[in-house]
T-cell receptor, first 117, second 110 residues
Framework: GAVVSQHPSWVICKSGTSVKIECRSL??????MFWYRQFPKQSLMLMAT?????????EQGVEKDKFLINHASLTLSTLTVTSAHPEDSSFYIC?????????????FGPGTRLTVL | DAKTTQPPSMDCAEGRAANLPCNHS???????VYWYRQIHSQGPQYIIH???NNETNEMASLIITEDRKSSTLILPHATLRDTAVYYC???????????FGAGTTVTVRA
């Protein structure tokens, strides 16, 4: 099966700092990557969709200037949480997809737990 | 605007079959039924999907009713490692968006 990794798996930062999370597809090239956020005891909410080499598409209510997404290669997408605040503390999960690859399935990373103090 | 309805939780005994229901009464003709699960503090994992025929793979079986308004995911021999939240999602196969509802929290007990 397809493997997606995330780094770091967890991070603690001070309020006002920026945090970068990496998402990599290890054994396939992902033309599209997705970023989700999950608060405790809630379901996953899609934040944005990024296609390699183009600007990300953000879901309604997600601030694009706060959550910077870069998808510079077919195996790497990054999410940068800028000027993080305690309310940004959450579980961030990425997924990767390539059309035609295994029924257009999305393969998910293990998630990154962000805690902002 | 949930497209699927699942029970919030269910328990099952280790070694027994777990039958997870899902209602999707407004499903369209070109929408597939997908099942994912999420073990605590991990990313979701794809389980199985189907259009109208029953499907089986190494993880589970998917039974879709003839009118396609409901389906059942069957874990044939539940283990403690199957404890997770199970999500039933309907979508057009080429539509990238996955809308996760609340899912069913399945607890497998020894």
């Amino acid at each position: 099966g397809a493997v997606v990794s995330q780094h770091p798996s967890w991070v603690i930062c001070k309020s006002g700092t920026s945090v970068k999370i990496e998402c990599r597809s290890l054994d396939f090239q992902a033309t599209t990557m997705f970023w989700y956020r999950q608060f405790p005891k809630q379901s996953l909410m899609l934040m944005a969709t990024s296609n390699e080499g183009s600007k990300a598409t953000y879901e309604q209510g997600v601030e694009k200037d706060k959550f910077l997404i870069n998808h510079a290669s077919l195996t790497l997408s990054t999410l940068t949480v800028t000027s993080a605040h305690p309310e940004d503390s959450s579980f961030y999960i990425c997924s990767a997809q390539t059309p035609g690859h295994q029924h257009n399935e999305q393969f998910f990373g293990p998630g990154t737990r962000l805690t902002v103090l | 605007d949930a497209k699927t309805t699942q029970p919030p939780s269910m328990d099952c005994a280790e070694g027994r079959a777990a039958n997870l229901p899902c209602n999707h009464s407004t499903i369209s003709g070109n929408e597939y039924v997908y099942w994912y699960r999420q073990i605590h503090s991990q990313g979701p994992q794809y389980i199985i999907h189907g259009l109208k025929n029953n499907e089986t793979n190494e993880m589970a079986s998917l039974i879709i009713t003839e009118d396609r308004k409901s389906s059942t995911l069957i874990l044939p021999h539940a283990t403690l490692r199957d404890t997770a939240v199970y999500y039933c999602i309907v979508r057009v196969q080429n539509d990238y968006k996955l809308s996760f509802g609340a899912g069913t929290t399945v607890t497998v007990r020894a």
